[in-house]
């Protein structure tokens, strides 16, 4: 059985960075692209950031690049993601992702995910 816990969320104040970690069991992680989605109140889950199972490459939403960097360590089964310059908008729950396979933005193409961790940005 699949399981993703997502760790690191919290309050910040805007400008300050928080780093999000997805810890995976259960699975052969290494054959996993994984993924970062968020949901604020009141919105639909939407995109944040991949990585496929290499780690070669990246992939962000325009409101998070250049701020946000997601990275795998294939050794301990983690994702993280590092988020800078926070902003109010970036207040949301944020989940861990995982599924077989290519790189995908819709949230409906991945097949496991954690419980989520909220982060709250004060401005």
């Known amino acids: 059985q699949v399981q993703l816990a997502e760790s690191g969320g919290g309050l910040a104040q805007a400008g300050a960075s928080l780093r999000l970690s997805c810890a995976a069991s259960?699975?052969?992680?290494?054959?996993?692209?994984m993924g970062w989605f968020r949901q604020a109140p009141g919105k639909e889950r939407e995109f944040v950031a991949a990585?496929?199972?290499?780690?070669?490459?990246?992939y962000y939403a325009d409101s998070v690049k250049g701020r946000f960097t997601i990275s795998r360590d294939n050794a301990k089964n983690t994702v993280s993601l590092q988020m800078n310059s926070l902003k109010p908008e970036d207040t949301a729950v944020y989940y861990c992702?995982?599924?077989?396979?290519?790189?995908?933005?819709?949230?409906?193409?991945?097949?496991?995910w954690g419980q989520g961790t909220l982060v709250t940005v004060s401005s």
């Open positions: 990585i496929p199972k290499s780690g070669e490459y990246t």
């Open positions: 992702a995982g599924k077989n396979g290519a790189v995908y933005y819709r949230d409906v193409m991945y097949d496991y």
């Open positions: 259960g699975c052969t992680f290494t054959t996993y692209t």
